[in-house]
């Protein structure tokens, strides 16, 4: 039997709580904002940032978002973010990929300041996550942790490898396994025999972007997986990461795609927003 490792209920209930601490913050006399920026015209990440939107403003946020045409240059969003980071009506700010081409994401992220970068992207967010001082960690990241913390997956002592070392997946993820006293081990492009190495996970998160990529070959009889990737397979349908069908009966839990990682980390964005809110003000909540 694979258990599913559903994150819908975890995403609702996370949103309740989000919603009772954005009407206390109200009553405060403060309205929880978070702003988006976006300077791409791809239809997926429009759709993406639109139920960002429409989820913040149901639980009483303020949702601004500021849309760039696709040629922008650097100097033009750097401007957009010099404003929002001293904007004290703005709590958090999602600068959001893919950029325009020559714009690169390393020369904004530190514009970012550390109090309002909710999705934690910015190299001082990142430095603090490493070494365990309190920071915001990239939304993606927390809400792995999250769906395996709410469905009582064991960490401490525990074998985990990590598939993938992006910024904003990979890496911080690994991070916060270590800090759950996970033994972790960074798989990626260049590791030989991916098999060899996922099947001594006990605990296995895959972050790639290739559909399918990991099958029954890559798992260890009771591990549990949680599948980030997000790809659209040759019928147009959403698969993750990991062949759901292959790994069945093999793996003791999985995430599934859609349905797990995104809409926890949509929740955890709005979470951060509210956190950041409170911190900025003062306010008692
Ligand atoms: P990314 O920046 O594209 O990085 C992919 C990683 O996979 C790289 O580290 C790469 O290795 C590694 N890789 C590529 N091919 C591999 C292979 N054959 N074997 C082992 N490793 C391989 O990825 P990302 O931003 O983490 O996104 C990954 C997936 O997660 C995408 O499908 C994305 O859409 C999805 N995603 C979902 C959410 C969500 O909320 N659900 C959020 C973020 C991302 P190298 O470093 O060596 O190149």
Redesign the pocket.
Known sequence: MTELLNGKQIATDIRAHVTAVARELRTAGVLPALAIVVATKDESISWYVRSIVKAAEKAGLEARLIELPPNSQTTDIEAVLGELAVDATVHGIILQTPLPDGVHLDDLAELIPPNKDIDGISPVSMGRLVLGHPAFVP??AA?VMELLRRHGIELAGRRAVV????????KPVAQLLLRENATVTV?????VD?AAVTREAEVLVV????AR?VGREHVRPGAVIVD????TDASGALVG?VDAEAVTGVAGALTPVPG???PV??ALLLQHTVTAAAQATGAAV
């Open positions: 939304a993606t809400a598939i993938g070392r992006s910024a904003v997946v990979g798989c990626h492009s260049r590791t991916l972050s790639v972007g290739k990529l980030v990737g997000t790809n990461d797990g990682v995104g980390t949509t």
